[in-house]
């Protein structure tokens, strides 16, 4: 079974702190990977999709690496700032039989970015 | 934009009370996922369908079933509403297409079993 594990459990900073959160899988068998960002009692905002045969995509100060054969996967925020404050998720998306298309969580990062 | 709604944000119900949580979505996505989330424990998959009436139970199927009438509705039932259901339950949709697509979610129902 997929296990995802991400690391640090929680981390706060100052603001305009460059940050990298980590994210592994145990099986390689994915066909993507995707960050999600998720608020206090809200639901959750997709940040970035890496496809399996993708090595990185980047949406403003966001840029998420992917390394299939390692198992890891990184977001990299760079100048954060309190709004970046919330609840970081990764997910990768099975492309085993009849789970196919199903998400894997880890258990998040919580980020905090102070003033 | 693309949109999962789910049917309430906050919801309280007794024990013992049939509930139905309602999830749309407006994208004419093929796949929809049930999660519930808990403190410690992340998401954990309840329930998903990849198709019309057609349904898989996830990692934590028991109290719970789905129902998938229609392409863009997809909801969660609980049968006889306990206390250990009391949680965040998340919806979320996919295109087909061998999982090589983005997952949307929706804002979630907290719902508390009293």
């Known amino acids: 079974k997929q296990e995802v594990t991400q690391i640090p459990a929680a981390l706060s900073v100052p603001e305009g702190e460059n940050l990298v959160l980590n994210c592994s899988f145990t099986?390689?068998?994915?066909?993507?990977l995707q960050w999600f960002r998720q608020d206090p009692g809200k639901g959750l905002t997709s940040l970035l999709l890496?496809?399996?045969?993708?090595r990185e995509q980047t949406s403003g100060r966001l840029n998420a690496s992917l390394d299939k054969s390692s198992g890891r996967s990184t977001l990299y925020i760079a100048a954060s700032q309190p709004g970046d404050s919330a609840t970081y998720l990764c997910?990768?998306?099975?492309?085993?039989?009849?789970?196919?298309?199903?998400?894997?969580f880890g258990r998040g990062t919580q980020l905090t970015v102070w003033p | 934009d693309v949109k999962v709604t789910q049917s309430s944000r906050y919801l309280v119900k007794r024990t013992g009370e049939k509930v139905f949580l309602e999830c749309v979505q407006d994208?004419?996505?093929?796949?929809m996922f049930w999660y519930r989330q808990d403190p410690g424990l992340g998401l954990r998959l309840i329930y998903f369908?990849?198709?019309?009436?057609?349904?898989e139970k996830g990692d934590i199927p028991e109290g719970y079933s789905v129902s998938r009438e229609k392409k863009e509705r997809f909801s969660l039932i609980l049968e006889s509403a306990s206390t250990n259901q009391t949680s965040m339950y998340l919806c979320?949709?996919?295109?087909?297409?061998?999982?090589?697509?983005?997952?949307?979610f929706g804002q979630g129902t907290r719902l508390t079993v009293v």
């Open positions: 979320a949709s996919s295109l087909e297409g061998q999982g090589s697509t983005e997952a949307f």
């Open positions: 099986d390689s068998a994915i066909y993507n």
């Open positions: 890496i496809q399996s045969s993708q």
């Open positions: 997910a990768v998306s099975t492309d085993r039989g009849s789970t196919l298309g199903r998400l894997y």
């Open positions: 994208m004419d996505h093929e796949n």
């Open positions: 369908s990849y198709d019309v009436k057609m349904k």
